[in-house]
């Protein structure tokens, strides 16, 4: 314990899974929410065809390191080796909406919980303000857990967020890739009780 071994007040939190503001998004290292927005967002523009929208995407976040000012043929492949599939029709060029699929990863059954990075700074904030570490050393407790203390299933987390996007393609769960740990809900009791509750 810091706070025992330095002699100073120092209160160790763990949080849980945090999305918000300024979140990874690139494909090949985000976790799982940022990445299903993503990939979303990329499958609602497929749909409309919006390619300049797919541009403004890749120029923000490269794929594999190329961006928008790649051809058009080479975005459909780069888009096609990351879980996305669609038809190309032959007379006029555009995408078939009714072709979008979006492949991801798993089984979808996983368990996530999530909490905003302003609850966290919050929590952050109220312990600072109202609890002093030797609190925790008298009861023994090595860290305090911050989450919002509900879960979702990564499938239900993706159709939520298609419906949000206005997403109305497929969205295919496979065995191709692992599922992960099949839950991750931390206790945050011990912080609920000394007052803390989050606000969004």
Not at 8 to 31: A, K, Q
Not at 115 to 120: G, S, T
Not at 142 to 165: F, Q, V, Y
């Amino acid at each position: 314990n810091y706070a025992k071994q330095y002699g100073c007040n120092f209160i160790s939190v763990m949080p849980t899974n945090l999305y918000g503001p300024n979140d990874n998004y690139n494909l090949e290292t985000s976790h799982v929410l940022p990445a299903l927005v993503r990939k979303i967002h990329l499958g609602k523009a497929l749909e409309n065809n919006d390619w300049d929208i797919v541009r403004a995407d890749l120029n923000k976040n490269p794929i594999m390191g190329t961006d928008g000012a790649t051809s058009q043929n080479e975005m459909e492949e780069l888009l096609k080796k990351n879980g996305f599939s669609f038809k190309i029709n032959n007379s006029s060029f555009t995408i078939d909406s009714n072709s979008v699929k979006i492949a991801l990863w798993g089984t979808g059954k996983p368990l996530r919980e999530f909490l905003h990075v302003d609850d966290l700074a919050g929590a952050c904030v109220f312990l600072m303000k109202e609890l002093d570490a030797d609190e925790l050393i008298d009861e023994n407790i090595s860290h305090l857990n911050a989450g919002s203390g509900e879960e979702i299933e990564i499938h239900d987390l993706a159709e939520l967020i298609k419906n949000i996007i206005g997403y109305k393609g497929k969205l295919e769960f496979g065995v191709s890739k692992p599922d992960g740990t099949p839950r991750k809900l931390l206790d945050s009791t011990r912080l609920n009780v000394k007052g803390w509750t989050r606000a969004i």
